[in-house]
C-alpha cells in the first residue's frame, strides 16, 4: 500500500509559477521502481495526463505543458516533484500525484495510488 500527500498549488496570476510536492509513506518499499506522474483534472473534464516518469527515469510531457513543467522524483525522500512555470489560466485544475508499479505514463485509468488533490488557480 502507498499512501501519497500532496503540498504546494495555490493561485497566482497567469506567467507566475508554482511547485507541487508528493511524498510517499515511509513505509513504501521500491519507491525507486514505481512509475509516477502528475495528472490534473478541471471542473467538469476527465482526469488527463501532465507529466510522468517510468521505470528507466523517462520523463513525459502533455503537449499542452512542454517547455513549461518540469517533473522530478527524489528517490531517497520518496517525494515527486511538479515545477510548473509560464502558467496560464488554462492550467487551472485539481491536481493529483500518482504511483503505479506496473503503470506508467499519462494514462489514468486503472492506476494504484493517487494523492488527495491540491487546486490551482491560475488568473489571467
Known amino acids: 500500500q502507498v499512501q501519497l500527500v500532496q503540498s504546494g498549488g495555490g493561485s497566482v496570476q497567469a506567467g507566475g509559477s508554482l511547485n507541487l510536492t508528493c511524498e510517499a509513506s515511509e513505509y513504501t518499499y521500491g519507491w525507486s521502481t514505481y512509475c509516477v506522474g502528475w495528472f490534473r483534472q478541471g471542473s467538469g473534464n476527465t482526469r488527463e495526463g501532465v507529466a510522468s516518469?517510468?521505470?528507466?527515469?523517462?520523463?513525459s510531457y502533455a503537449d499542452s505543458v512542454k517547455g513549461r513543467f518540469t517533473i522530478s522524483k527524489d528517490n531517497a525522500k520518496k517525494t515527486l516533484y511538479l515545477q510548473m512555470n509560464s502558467l496560464k489560466p488554462e492550467d487551472t485544475a485539481m491536481y493529483y500525484c500518482a504511483a503505479d508499479f506496473w503503470r506508467c505514463g499519462l494514462v489514468s485509468s486503472g492506476i494504484d495510488y493517487w494523492g488527495q488533490g491540491t487546486q490551482v488557480t491560475v488568473s489571467s
Open positions: 516518469i517510468d521505470k528507466e527515469g523517462t520523463e
